[in-house]
């Protein structure tokens, strides 16, 4: 069981660069999340998902776009990416809402902007 | 709005106890605990759903105050792998945003 998976594990960008960090879960959960770690800091939500074709913004969206075409991927899109966007960002799923249930994270993605 | 942990920081001699403490400004439905080794992936410990609820993971457990919006986190008898950051989530029972917000953390380390 292989949990949450993201990949890349480590990337670094360039200024005005794109790319899309993957997630994949196979737990069959509904609800998925993306979520970024500043150094020292908590985790604040990006986007999130309750089910397949439905997303929605958290507490941090802008310069990040999200999809979700089937239940198990959940990938999330830098557009533009600038020095801000360096940080630690961790995908994570729940069977349903987290008022109920916990969450599994994955490994985590570190990325740097320069 | 994030909820508020303390301490920010604790050292902990291995078999001492600690009690760290969430609080939350608005009422909540439900306390996540998880604890984040170094580089590492948070790991989820135990959620508490009811008022005065209290639950146990090994030697940690856990108690919510619905009324005081409080949540404490007891490590008892701590042992060297306990050592990480302990996050507080919360989820409110108010707000179109019904998402889980978590606190800035609080670093343990249990020394030998």
């Known amino acids: 069981n292989a949990g949450v998976t993201q990949t890349p594990k480590f990337r670094i960008l360039k200024i005005g660069q794109s790319m899309t960090l993957q997630c994949t879960q196979d737990?069959?959960?509904?609800?998925m999340y993306w979520y970024r770690q500043d150094p020292g800091m908590g985790l604040k939500l990006i986007y999130y998902?309750?089910?397949?074709?439905?997303?929605d913004k958290g507490e941090v969206p802008n310069g990040y776009n999200v999809s979700r075409s089937t239940t198990e991927d959940f990938p999330l899109r830098l557009e533009l990416a600038a020095p801000s966007q360096t940080s630690v960002y961790f995908c994570?799923?729940?069977?349903?809402?987290?008022?109920?249930?916990?969450?599994?994270f994955g490994s985590g993605t570190r990325l740097t902007v320069v | 709005q994030q909820p508020v942990q303390s301490p920010q920081a604790v050292i902990l001699r291995e078999g001492e106890d600690a009690v760290i403490n969430c609080s939350s400004s608005?009422?909540?439905?439900?306390v996540h605990w998880y604890r984040q080794k170094h580089g590492e992936a948070p790991v989820f410990l135990m959620i508490?759903?009811?008022?005065?609820e209290q639950k146990g993971h090994e030697k940690i457990s856990a108690s919510f105050n619905e009324k005081k919006q409080q949540s404490s986190l007891y490590l008892t008898a701590s042992q060297l792998s306990y050592s990480g950051t302990y996050f507080c989530?919360?989820?409110?029972?108010?707000?179109?945003?019904?998402?889980?917000?978590f606190g800035s953390g609080t670093q343990l380390t249990v020394l030998p």
């Open positions: 994570a799923s729940s069977y349903e809402s987290g008022g109920n249930y916990g969450y599994t």
């Open positions: 608005k009422a909540l439905y439900s």
């Open positions: 998902s309750v089910g397949a074709g439905i997303t």
């Open positions: 508490l759903l009811k008022g005065g």
């Open positions: 989530g919360t989820f409110s029972s108010s707000g179109s945003a019904r998402q889980l917000t």
């Open positions: 737990m069959n959960h509904n609800y």
